[in-house]
Nanobody, 124 residues
Framework: VQLQACGGGLVEAGGSLRLSCAAS????????MGWFRQAPGKEREFVST????????FYAGFVKGRFTCSRDNAKNTVYLEMNSLKPEDTAVYYC??????????????????WGQGTLVTVSS
């Protein structure tokens, strides 16, 4: 599985961005997909995950209703819609795929494949 994330850019605080992550391979519809981010000087952290069918999502606490993770299995693509962006959301955002779906999908070690990341910069 190869993952290609895009959609990052520079946005003002309060603005919105939609990240996309396109996956290659025939197993996408069976994979759990996740989004993580890494801010400058910080460790990579969990943002969101969505199960294979898209009917179950989970978010990190700091999201607080601002982000929506979804997927389109027909397009082999997972999305992260980000609203009300804050300067502290500035980070490289990574998508990841897993062959598992457990209560521990917030942990990076449970993902098997990673994309290259897309930079999101939120100005104050």
């Amino acid at each position: 599985v190869q993952l290609q994330a895009c959609g990052g850019g520079l946005v003002e605080a309060g603005g919105s961005l939609r990240l996309s992550c396109a996956a290659s391979g025939s197993t996408f519809s069976r994979n759990t997909m996740g989004w993580f981010r890494q801010a400058p000087g910080k460790e990579r952290e969990f943002v969101s995950t969505v199960n294979w069918s898209g009917d179950s999502t989970f978010y990190a606490g700091f999201v607080k209703g601002r982000f929506t993770c979804s997927r389109d299995n027909a397009k082999n693509t997972v999305y992260l819609e980000m609203n009300s962006l804050k300067p502290e959301d500035t980070a490289v955002y990574y998508c990841a795929a897993s062959t598992r779906y457990t209560s521990l999908m917030g942990q990076q070690r449970n993902y098997d494949y990673w994309g290259q990341g897309t930079l999101v910069t939120v100005s104050s």
